[in-house]
């Protein structure tokens, strides 16, 4: 094969992202020379009006073009990153254990990607979330059970697809038991194999008895399934143990490979290369390289590693052979559905009805709600989680001002407590704060996980025992005389809180 027809082929296979709110010239020009996917991300996001119209200028350069998201509805929102998911997200689904309720929001948004012009989700993420100190996953998992995981990764599949996107089980084989994060570093995992059996793989075996269309494999060292090489690199897990073992039969489609994870130790090109070598079909890149030159590169790579031998060429064309058929997956469930026109920003019905039915009260709330009136809120930020997004907004403060007039919000992050340590007076209901007399209510994202968080928490308790602690992230650690949980800082998930603090459900 000549080495235009190894580019087309390479270009098939890559799934990069662009910056800009339409697609830019270069992205045009190598849809029409054979790019087979782009991936859209929240700075591509304006309003649902101007993602139908991006999308529709892709599908005038190529109709057949694979248009996917990293859309999981949860804390993780590219749609609604301008305002926070009106969905709740998995851990709140798991919390309630319907599936019904978790295929009906997945269909609400499949419906919702649909008429945007999405063909592609990485969704839903199936890891199960074993390691409560998990830096990354949290509430992006269903839960810590295997089989709860499994029957609403199963659901979620169901639901999505049956809206005609395509859903992407992730990430294989499994981001639960980490501390380490694989945007910044390769996490390791020393499950026996055992173990991985009866846990991390029980949603992927599911996940492809649903029919799911597309795996994303994550950047994971398993010793247990190969001591060598992580799961995106790796032959053994990617063939013998997801297409032979598993059955999936689907597009395997990596993480990021300008993660560091990979990145830092096979290179950015390197890492691509050997994922296709390991039977990757699609390689994701764009989140922090999204230019020309960085598909290029890669594009490039892919063609070198053919012609020098280091990539058979049977295995690319295997490959873009793959991702074809999902676009031929995506085209027939388009022309199966009605055009409908894209969704008003205001949200989800069905979101916010399962996020009121995840909030969970623990503790006495009798004369405690409702709130009494205004109320002040101190809501501790964590570190910047690069997953979620810096640009997606969380918190209660405002949506119980809504409900509340008058409430009040201040946001503290360690830095703000390490150059006041002394105590949270000013802020916790001091009269020299100005909100004394005022209820008090302490919002907090994963507590068990940041030791200066519980400190300031524990002295506001001890100042301000009637406080309400409100936690938006995993319930591990239950504090206070009073205590609510969301599993989840969405949009839905704060306002759910909100309504139970105001009484007005």
Not at 421 to 450: W, Y
Request: net charge negative; with cysteine.
């Amino acid at each position: 094969m000549n080495e235009r027809n190894l580019a087309g082929l390479a270009a098939t296979v890559l799934q990069p992202g662009f910056v800009g709110t339409a697609p830019p010239d270069w992205v045009r020009r190598w849809l029409a020379d054979g790019l087979g996917a782009v991936v859209l991300f929240a700075r591509n996001v304006v309003d649902p009006e101007q993602v139908a119209a991006l999308t529709a200028t892709l599908r005038a350069e190529r109709p057949d073009v694979l248009v996917a998201i990293d859309e999981e509805a949860g804390d993780v929102t590219r749609i609604e990153s301008g305002l926070g998911s009106s969905r709740p997200g998995n851990l709140a689904l798991g919390a309630v254990d319907d599936p019904a309720l978790t295929e009906e929001v997945a269909r609400d948004l499949g419906d919702e990607l649909a008429a945007l012009g999405v063909t592609l989700n990485y969704a839903p993420d199936a890891d199960v979330n074993i390691n409560p100190a998990n830096p990354v996953i949290g509430v992006r998992s269903f839960g810590a059970d295997p089989h709860l995981v499994a029957r609403h990764t199963a659901a979620w599949v169901r639901g999505l697809q049956s809206a005609g996107v395509a859903a992407c089980a992730k990430h294989f084989p499994g981001h639960g038991d980490t501390r380490v994060d694989s945007h910044h570093d390769l996490p390791r995992i020393e499950a026996s194999r055992g173990r991985l059996d009866t846990g991390e793989l029980v949603p992927f075996r599911a996940a492809v008895a649903a029919g799911v269309q597309a795996v994303m494999t994550g950047h994971l060292l398993v010793p247990a399934l190969d001591p060598d090489l992580p799961a995106t690199l790796s032959r053994r897990i990617l063939g013998d143990l997801l297409r032979d073992e598993l059955g999936f039969s689907g597009v395997v489609v990596t993480d990021a490979v300008e993660m560091r994870a990979v990145a830092d130790r096979y290179g950015f090109a390197g890492g691509a290369v050997r994922a296709l070598v390991a039977g990757a079909d699609a390689i994701c890149v764009g989140g922090e390289r999204a230019d020309e030159a960085a598909a290029r590169y890669l594009r490039d790579a892919i063609v070198a590693a053919v012609l020098s031998g280091e990539l058979p060429e049977e295995r690319l064309a295997e490959a873009a052979k793959r991702v074809g058929q999902l676009a031929e997956w995506s085209t027939a469930a388009r022309l199966g559905r009605p055009a409908d026109a894209p969704r008003p920003v205001d949200g989800s019905p069905v979101g916010l009805t399962a996020a009121r039915r995840a909030v969970r009260v623990s503790g006495d709330p009798a004369g405690r709600l409702p709130l009494p009136g205004a109320a002040h809120v101190v809501e501790f930020a964590p570190p910047h989680n690069i997953a979620i997004g810096a640009e997606t907004p969380w918190g209660l403060g405002a949506p119980l001002a809504e409900l509340l007039p008058g409430t009040t919000t201040v946001r503290l992050t360690e830095a703000d407590l390490s150059a006041e340590p002394a105590d949270l007076a000013a802020t916790a209901g001091d009269p020299a704060g100005g909100v004394a007399g005022r209820p008090l209510v302490l919002v907090v994202r994963d507590l068990h996980r940041h030791g200066w968080m519980r400190a300031a928490v524990d002295r506001a308790l001890a100042s301000r025992p009637d406080a309400v602690v409100v936690e938006l992230g995993v319930p591990e650690l239950v504090t206070g005389r009073l205590h609510l949980a969301t599993h989840g800082a969405t949009r839905a998930a704060a306002r759910a809180a909100a309504e139970l603090l105001a009484g007005i459900r």
